[in-house]
T-cell receptor, first 117, second 110 residues
Framework: KAGVTQTPRYLIKTRGQQVTLSCSPI?????VSWYQQTPGQGLQFLFE???????NKGNFPGRFSGRQFSNSRSEMNVSTLELGDSALYLC????????????????FGQGTRLTVV | TQLLEQSPQFLSIQEGENLTVYCNSS?????LQWYRQEPGEGPVLLVT?????EVKKLKRLTFQFGDARKDSSLHITAAQPGDTGLYLC??????????FGTGTSLTVIP
């Protein structure tokens, strides 16, 4: 069974640009969550999508947005990039959502390493 | 504000030694999970604990959830180089918010 696939693996962008990251969950999983990981702040929750609807949202500015398609694939968009947006962006998929169901295992992708210069 | 504080932040030990990693909070959590993340990879779930006082064992790893469900510990017996990685606790609080801990970077030296 294929795991969670994130593309691209690495990305370099300039301040002010925008970027779109993609996440393909495990087949049959309807929940996709996005996280930002930095050395200083650790892993921080961005948002969760379930059946094409945003179900939960972390404390990030509106420049960070996402969406989920009918096939459960998800995209995350960051507009007007800042240097501080440089991070590893991870997505995790689960059947019903770690945010709501106890004992639900979330499977993480390898992440997209974004560098803003 | 970090809801889940892990200690120590960094740990470097010799193969065969024992170690304990702590995950503490002032908040109550409905459940708590432990993950291990290796360089270049995403975190992988090790265990979920849901009951106060619960103890779970996974080979040489022992996980405990505090009686008040505000803290947890991970104990590794006879550490191996393959245990090297970033250990993360993550909790679902009573408000249905999910948080990751600050992380403990473990290096086991052969």
């Amino acid at each position: 069974k294929a795991g969670v696939t994130q593309t691209p693996r690495y990305l370099i962008k300039t301040r002010g640009q925008q970027v779109t990251l993609s996440c393909s969950p495990i087949s049959g999983h309807r929940s996709v969550s996005w996280y930002q990981q930095t050395p200083g702040q650790g892993l921080q929750f961005l948002f969760e999508y379930f059946s094409e609807t945003q179900r939960n949202k972390g404390n990030f500015p509106g420049r960070f947005s996402g969406r989920q398609f009918s096939n459960s694939r998800s995209e995350m968009n960051v507009s007007t990039l800042e240097l501080g947006d440089s991070a590893l962006y991870l997505c995790a998929s689960s059947r019903s959502g770690t945010q709501r169901v106890l004992n639900t295992e979330a499977f993480f992708g390898q992440g997209t390493r974004l560098t803003v210069v | 504000t970090q809801l889940l504080e892990q200690s120590p932040q960094f740990l470097s030990i010799q193969e065969g030694e024992n170690l304990t990693v702590y995950c503490n909070s002032s908040s109550v959590f409905s459940s708590l999970q432990w993950y291990r993340q290796e360089p270049g990879e995403g975190p992988v779930l090790l265990v979920t604990v849901v009951t106060g006082g619960e103890v779970k064992k996974l080979k040489r790893l022992t996980f405990q959830f505090g009686d008040a469900r505000k803290d947890s510990s991970l104990h590794i017996t006879a550490a191996q180089p393959g245990d090297t990685g970033l250990y993360l606790c993550a909790g679902l609080n009573t408000g249905n918010q999910f948080y990751f801990g600050t992380g403990t970077s473990l290096t086991v030296i052969p």
